[in-house]
């Protein structure tokens, strides 16, 4: 994923750039990730409100795909 690596590297607008693409007309399982990995960055930016906003929607998605108890929803 081209995202990770340009977080992996520390460019973190650049990783925004490509999580944020992956949100296009994505209503996959993949979108849990998305969300997770939007709010990692928001993290390392220190933007902690959009990253509480990420975190949500990756925990609503997670119940509407694997349910309550999944292993995603930790």
Do not use: T, W
């Amino acid at each position: 994923d081209i995202g990770y690596a340009y977080e992996k590297k520390g460019n973190f607008e650049e990783a925004l750039d490509y999580y944020l693409r992956s949100l296009e007309n994505n209503e996959s399982q993949s979108i849990v990730r998305s969300y997770r990995n939007l709010a990692n960055v928001y993290i390392n930016l220190n933007d902690f409100k959009k990253a509480e906003q990420y975190f949500q929607l990756a925990m609503e998605k997670s119940r509407n795909f694997f349910g309550e108890s999944s292993y995603e929803m930790a």
